[in-house]
């Protein structure tokens, strides 16, 4: 389990009564950003950035069944307290240490309720808190007005309703503009002027999601669905709910509890979105006592590609043959996973296996090559037979599941997503949410929730056309502030807006190659999906090769450029080892950066980017390498239609060590090696898959051994050494031996 290393508290208590001034104000750590809270038979809140007035009497308020907790306040005691500390993630999407720091002012009401404020340099965020005493009761409602002070331009995911994938496109829209009747899901982004403001919710707990509509003038406000109280299967389908009847109220709950976060994000710059982690922040603690077994990883993946494998030797589809080809696919190229999508059972009944195909023996033969099976399910069946299917998925040696087709966050479904988590975990195994929405602080509680959905990612090639670039470079700033997002990118089969078509079962993407493998340094999912073909990747070894040597976690992360819409320079860094990602959009363009960020020494620098041609045949891609430091600058010229560029930078020269290694890796004492078990150290013999240079050398993503130096063994020995010790002296993610370390 990961822990705080530091915590520093100031508690000040004991403010104004209710009749006194009733007001109060909090700043940020920085002094930057300051909120100013009125308790006068409403709780009204505003807020100010640089002394320039963003928020203007907001309104937050919660009723109890009748009762306005707002309203029914007699008095009002404030306490506040500053947080300094530092965060070490289970699985670092962003950085391997998160440093929190806030301010927090707590107004207790007298009627077993309080309210807390929170100001962050990068963001406000509130509460509503039921203390012990206030016994069960329903929420009938919740009132939240966010108004801002001048006309700013909404980017609105805009929904039909309430059951939905929220999979939406951001909608440019003037806040003026917006009326009532107009539903967004979150998170929803304002552009006013001198800052962006991302709103979403973090902590949300048998509670339902939080969506927003236009307001008088230039606001928005809150809306609830309630919660469902009958619903049955639509007619020939396992999936698919007709809600039949929903109650008056929000949620039936209880104190003592704690309400979600109301989270206003706050950038000054575009690239301040980009590495926001509030919702990780304001999340709940970790509930998973022991998180060592959680593998990030990337995922051969079937159900994009339709299973278009050519070149081999059987009928491929969803049989055996065609899924142990995808194994061996995943091992070449060290990837920890396949998935098996929709096809493998009898649809209604997980416990019945699809004619054709042998799941055990598909996850034995995955063992033996190190590559781990992952199912897919739909939510409805694994409802009716959670214990029994989850039961039979850890016999089987299962690494997780994708769960599919929720389409709703009201209070119930909410809580589904929470056991699915938590039972998950107890027999190990990942969870991927499918059909589902914005992440809302479910993974930090429950870190083997490794990513979900609830974006328009990729798959959407398959029937639309409005996947564009732009579009790609709009989700980043938001959907992905709210948490990682199962894009599915990887499309080998590339081609430009006027050549772009339509084909289900043939799909292909709208952007540039190069495009395609910049999301993968640049979109944030620690489960990371490679949609096309294993055919197609093996036919374009280059491009895969870059894709498998891309780690799915972040020991930091330095935004170079970004604006919304226009492009993205992401570089990140995992252990010694440096990802550069470069996304444009429909223009051709050019840039100049330095690398300032790799400090001293020489790093030998692979490149991808779009070839000469790529304005017209969008696969062009071109390949260089050349040694770089930190006082060199890179120039990158991106296609016009579907642009992109990415660089892979090996370890530092002084520990490079060249593709000799592979003959080395024989003579070591120690490898990352998987059992049934488990990862256990074990002999590097000759051919062993687990051997190869891209394995017991450089992967990220291979879980390290007790005997191995990497990621999440903090605190186990290493050939007698301590881990800080041995990782001091050997570069992260090497295998731990008396010859190496």
Known sequence: MRWITAV???????????????????QSPDGRTEVDVTVQGEIRYSVSVDGEPLLRDSLADLLVGNMSVAKS?????????????????????KFSQIRESYNELTLALNNNFTISFRAFDNGIAYRFNALDGSGNFAVSDELAEIRFVGSGLAYFPEEQGFVSHNERAYLPAPLKELDGQRLASLPLLVDGGAVKVVITESGLRDYPGMWLAGSSGNGLSARFPRRVLQASLKENSD????????????????????????????????????????????????????????????????????????????????NTETYKYYIDFAAKYGLEYILLDEGWYRLGNLLQESENIDVQAIIDYGREKNVGVILWVVWETLERQMDEALDRFADWGAAGIKVDFMQRDDQDMVSYYWRVAEQAA??????????????????????????????????HNKWADYITPEHNLTIPFIRMLAGPMDYTPGAMVNAQPDNFHISFARPMSKTSRAHQLAMYVIYESPLQMLADSPSNYLREAASTEFIASVPTVWDETRIVSAKLGDHIITARRAGSDWFIGAMGNGEARRFSFELEFLGDGKYQMTSIGDGVNAARYAGDHSVRSQM????????IALAPGAAGWRSWRR?????????????????????????????SPGPCGSGSRHCRWSWCFS??????????????????????????????????????SRLVC
Do not use: M
């Open 699 to 736: 992967s990220p993503q291979s879980p390290p051994p007790a005997s191995c130096c990497g990621w999440g063994t903090a605190g186990k020995t290493c050939n007698g050494q301590w881990w800080r010790s041995c990782r001091g002296r050997c570069p992260r993610y090497y295998c731990c």
């Open 73 to 93: 306040a007699r008095s009002v005691s404030a306490r506040e307290r500053s947080v300094e500390r530092l965060l070490h993630p289970a699985v670092p999407e």
């Open 651 to 679: 370890s530092r020269w002084a520990r490079a060590w060249s593709r000799d290694s592979v003959a080395r890796c024989s003579q070591l004492a120690f490898c990352c090696s998987r059992s049934a078990t488990g990862w």
């Open 239 to 318: 999936r698919n709910q007709l809600i039949e009847r929903r109650a008056d109220y929000l949620a039936q709950t209880g104190g003592p509890r704690e309400f979600p976060w109301r989270i206003v994000a706050i950038a000054r710059e575009d690239a301040e979105l980009l590495t926001n982690q509030l919702s990780y922040l304001l999340a709940g603690e970790q509930q998973l006592t022991d998180a060592d077994w959680i593998r990030p990883g990337k995922v051969a993946w079937d159900w994009w590609n339709a299973n278009n494998l050519y070149g081999v030797d059987f009928e491929a589809g969803v």
């Open 8 to 26: 520093a508290l100031l508690l000040v208590a004991d403010g104004p009564a209710l009749g006194a001034d009733n007001k109060f104000r909090l």
């Open 628 to 635: 770089v430091s930190g006082d060199s600058s890179v120039k």
């Open 426 to 459: 107890k027999r190990r195994l990942l969870v991927n949410f499918h059909g589902s929405y914005k992440p809302a602080g479910l993974r930090r509680a429950w870190p083997n929730v490794l990513t979900r959905e609830g974006v328009r990612g990729l798959e």
